[in-house]
């Protein structure tokens, strides 16, 4: 056997060997690992026998500590109760001041405790009791406080009931040549109808409406309107006034005996210097020579008539007059037949005749030169005397 042949037959079963040694090895850490598993199930088996350590891996919420609250609303009509229990006074301060802005203080009553346990997390706001149809406050509180406290809207168990209106009790003061008016009424049309009547009478400024509101509660029905104040001798606004809200807002009724008319002295004297200022506007008219008024007079004398009927209780004298063309004698017979003739068209527009007396002055009483045409013009007139308090 040569040399290179004697190694290789030496080499080859020590490979052999080697081989051998390492598979072993293998299988020995295997054993080792399987063994070390099963000796970890046994320590874990032994630990959970005892107590010692963890069964299971999942992982549990603890519940919130305390009773969630539960606030309960007790609506009858206009006022409201609040019951529950709540977790300090804060809550309750809070729960008040919302129900407060919506029914008013003195119409919330609060039968509220405060607990250690109540939390708000989870609570609810429950609605009882009984409320008008289409009063909306009751839903409205209970978001409210849902809202603010960040709790649940739970049940709601009302009774509705008949709604309950109040007729409308409105009011004009009138002051010299201002009017103040007052009330609620059931929509903004009637509120706003009210208002234009007195701005078309007297002029939107001279009326003072904010005072005037808007009441779903009210009603037209029965409505009462209070007209008071002082009015000018003659004035016939407040009248006017009167008239037409009455014929707008159908079979109400209006008090007027708080309305005074102001008859001093002056204040008669201020009407007579006022018609004669519409005389002299639209003069009181007649035939040529004649006594007979015509047809464009009717204008004027229903003015007239008019404001002596917004005078009650004063005489008032017609007089005629004339210039001094003509005889004095001719001149007085005819201002006198012609103050009679104005006298009976007052009495057919409706002044009572027991109130109306004429003279005739001729032309004994001029404002005007008898020189002049202008003068002569003024002169030939009709006059109205208001001669105090009957």
Avoid: C, W
Avoid at 30 to 48: D, Q
Avoid at 104 to 119: K, P, R, T, W
Avoid at 171 to 178: E, G, L, M, P, R
Avoid at 217 to 236: E, H, P, V, Y
């Amino acid at each position: 056997m040569t040399e290179p042949d004697l190694e290789n037959a030496i080499e080859e079963p020590v490979r052999r060997t080697s081989g051998a040694a390492r598979l072993g090895a293998l299988y020995l850490l295997l054993l080792t690992g399987i063994a070390s598993g099963l000796i970890g199930f046994v320590v874990l088996g032994n630990l959970a026998d005892d107590g010692e350590g963890p069964v299971e891996t999942t992982t549990t919420t603890s519940p919130v500590d305390g009773t969630p609250v539960e606030i309960a609303l007790d609506i009858q009509g206009m006022q409201a109760t609040l019951r529950g229990a709540v977790p300090d006074e804060g809550a309750e301060a809070q729960l008040v001041g919302l129900a407060e802005a919506r029914y008013g203080e003195g119409n919330v009553f609060s039968e509220l405790s405060i607990s250690s346990d109540a939390v708000l997390a989870g609570g609810v706001v429950n609605v009882t009791g009984s409320a008008e149809e289409g009063d909306d406050q009751p839903l409205g509180l209970q978001a409210d406080i849902a809202a603010a406290l960040g709790l649940r809207a739970g049940d709601v168990d009302l009774t509705l009931t008949e709604r309950a209106l109040t007729p409308v009790a409105a009011s004009a003061v009138i002051t010299n040549n201002t009017i103040v008016l007052d009330g609620a009424f059931p929509d903004a049309a009637a509120r706003d109808q009210f208002v234009l009547v007195a701005e078309q009478i007297y002029g939107a400024e001279n009326v003072q409406a904010a005072s005037v509101s808007v009441d779903s509660t009210t009603s037209l029905q029965d409505a009462q309107f209070n007209i008071s104040g002082l009015i000018d001798a003659g004035d016939t606004r407040g009248q006017e006034f009167t008239d037409r809200v009455l014929a707008f807002f159908g079979g109400s009724s209006t008090e007027t005996s708080g309305l005074e008319i102001d008859t001093s002295p002056e204040a008669l004297a201020r009407l007579e210097a006022k018609l004669r200022e519409q005389v002299e506007q639209q003069p009181i008219l007649f035939a040529s020579g004649s006594t007979d008024l015509t047809e464009e007079n009717d204008p004027i004398l229903q003015s007239i008539a008019d404001a002596i009927l917004a005078t009650p209780g004063i005489n008032v004298e017609v007089v005629g007059h004339t210039d001094n063309q003509g005889s004095v004698e001719i001149n007085q017979e005819l201002s006198e037949r012609r103050a009679e003739a104005v006298q009976v068209r007052l009495i057919e527009l409706g002044v009572p005749a027991e109130r109306l007396d004429f003279r005739g002055a001729g032309e004994s009483e001029p404002i005007g030169d008898n020189d002049t045409e202008e003068g002569r013009d003024a002169n030939r007139r009709i006059a109205f005397e208001f001669e105090g308090a009957l």
